[in-house]
Every structure is written in structure tokens, then in C-alpha cells.
């Protein structure tokens, strides 16, 4: 059964920073595309940033360009991001995903798998 897991969600003030991760049982995860997306409440679901296969390659909305950073290592079967200067509107569920052969771009409907979630709460 393929599960894709998040942690490192929490509770954190204006300006700081958090790493999620998504750790994958995905049998070759060196052949998958990860991204992470959100969705706040009362929103829609929305992409923040995708890794290719290799992790050559990288994609970001431009509401966390040069905040977040998207990592995947294959030997561990993890993908992360990394967030800094959180602001108040990056407040939602946090979610990981994986795409077959794919390139990481922010079309949720190409993947796959998708974890359950970790929550992030930015608080002034």
C-alpha cells in the first residue's frame, strides 16, 4: 500500500521557519515527481512547489518563491520543504504528493498519491 506521510507541521509566530516532510513507501521513489501543496480554509487547494524526479529541477508558486525550498532525497525516500519568513497567509494544510515519471509541475490532477496532510498555523 503506497502511503505518503507529512510531518513537522506546528504552531509558529510571523518570521519564523518550518521543514516539513514527507516520507514515501512508494516502491521506486526515484521515479516520481514530489510537490507540496496547501489548502487553506474556505480556499481551494493550491500548489507550492514541485521537484523533478531527479531533483534537477524545481517549481514554486510565486507567493513562496525565495521563502520555500522544495528537497527530495531518493536514498531516504523523502521530499521536504523548507520554509522560511512565514507569513500569516501561508496558514493551511500542508500536503505532499507524488507523480509517476513526472516533472513537478503545479497540476494537482497529475498525481498520483497524496499524503493526509500536516497542519501549519502562523500566528501574529
Known amino acids: 500500500q503506497v502511503q505518503l506521510a507529512e510531518s513537522g507541521g506546528g504552531l509558529v509566530h510571523i518570521g519564523d521557519s518550518l521543514r516539513l516532510s514527507c516520507a514515501a513507501s512508494?516502491?521506486?521513489?526515484?521515479?516520481?515527481?514530489m510537490a507540496w501543496f496547501r489548502q487553506a480554509p474556505g480556499k481551494a487547494r493550491e500548489f507550492v512547489a514541485g521537484?523533478?524526479?531527479?531533483?534537477?529541477?524545481?517549481h514554486y508558486a510565486d507567493s513562496v518563491k525565495g521563502r520555500f525550498t522544495i528537497s527530495k532525497d531518493n536514498a531516504k525516500k523523502m521530499a521536504y520543504v523548507q520554509m522560511n519568513g512565514l507569513q500569516l497567509e501561508d496558514t493551511a494544510i500542508y500536503y505532499c504528493?507524488?507523480?509517476?515519471?513526472?516533472?513537478?509541475?503545479?497540476?494537482?490532477?497529475?498525481?498520483?498519491?497524496w499524503g493526509q496532510g500536516t497542519q501549519v498555523t502562523v500566528s501574529s
Open positions: 504528493a507524488a507523480d509517476y515519471y513526472g516533472v513537478g509541475h503545479g497540476r494537482a490532477e497529475e498525481y498520483d498519491y
Open positions: 512508494l516502491h521506486s521513489f526515484s521515479d516520481y515527481a
Open positions: 521537484i523533478s524526479r531527479s531533483g534537477g529541477l524545481t
